[in-house]
């Protein structure tokens, strides 16, 4: 009997040592059908400009994007600009689109005169906030482990060099983070997944939304940044700029289809601290009547 008491405790303090396993934080899956019509956003685009023309819907992380109404999804927020320089056209679409495979976050541009002869952007992103991430991660410290999303994207004969490229993005100590990491959303029926050491091995860059959308990864520092603490999760997209054409009407679209992030909660070190405190307690009670 005395031989099985050290096992034991082995085998108790490397049980209290194990990684949380992973769980969903946060999911937009379109597939749930949130909404029964296309529905537009709850803040739409702002237009201004005489060339330049601008659709611009300014950042926020604590008044929604997603629709107040007739949306049952997760709430996300954020803020996006598109730009056409000397074309007078702006975003025609901001809204939970319905299509037969499931709502999109989507967004879009239609001119039927088309965009010849004037240069095009777009920057913008989506935040999914703690405070709507699923039940039992809405508060407390939070880690993250895995990205994946899908979506359709869209750009009118872009440029050779202009990409339409979307990057992950995380919130921590109040300040947000944007991936060195780059996903091609050009690809209308596209698909990412990233965990595990790929996701380590991510560097990040600081970005502030709310000073100005173009994100400049020419001039932004990459270092690396541990995935806890995390306050919000997102992504990221922009095209600096392509010519438009005259054929074409719509220049750009991006609809998500899904975006979900994995994740596990981080015991408060005093309720570890606890946890430890009691289990040697208790083996040594235990080791001290055995001896006794």
Do not use: C
Request: net charge negative; charged share 15%.
């Amino acid at each position: 009997m005395k031989n099985s008491i050290i096992p034991m405790s082995v085998m108790l303090v490397a049980g209290l040592a194990l990684p949380l396993q992973a769980a969903v934080l946060v999911e937009y899956d379109g597939a749930n059908d949130y909404s029964s019509a296309d529905s537009n956003f709850s803040r739409t685009d702002v237009e201004s400009g005489t060339g330049p023309y601008y659709s611009t819907n300014a950042f926020s992380d604590s008044n929604p994007l997603s629709p107040s109404s007739d949306y049952t999804g997760p709430r996300f927020y954020g803020g996006y600009q598109y730009a056409s320089s000397t074309v007078e056209g702006y975003l025609s679409r901001q809204q939970i689109r319905q299509y037969a495979s499931g709502d999109q976050i989507y967004i879009q541009a239609y001119r039927g005169g088309g965009w010849a002869g004037s240069t095009l952007s777009i920057h913008g992103i989506y935040l999914f906030n703690q405070a709507d991430f699923n039940s039992g991660f809405e508060t407390g410290s939070v880690s993250v482990s895995g990205f994946s999303m899908t979506w359709s994207g869209y750009i009118s004969t872009p440029d050779a060099g202009a990409d339409f490229d979307g990057r992950l993005a995380v919130q921590k100590d109040g300040l947000y983070y944007l991936s060195q990491y780059v996903i091609d959303l050009a690809n209308n029926n596209g698909s990412m997944a990233i965990s595990g050491s790929a996701l380590e091995n991510v560097q990040w860059a600081v970005y502030d939304p709310s000073s100005d959308l173009n994100f400049d990864s020419s001039s932004a520092v990459f270092g690396n940044l541990s995935l806890d603490s995390i306050t919000a999760v997102g992504i990221y997209f922009e095209d600096d700029g392509w010519n438009g054409s005259g054929d074409q009407t719509t220049s750009f679209g991006l609809g998500v289809k899904s975006f979900t992030v994995e994740g596990s909660a981080i015991p408060e070190s005093s309720s570890t601290s606890i946890i430890f405190g009691l289990a040697i307690l208790l083996l040594t009670s235990r080791y001290s009547r055995k001896r006794d």
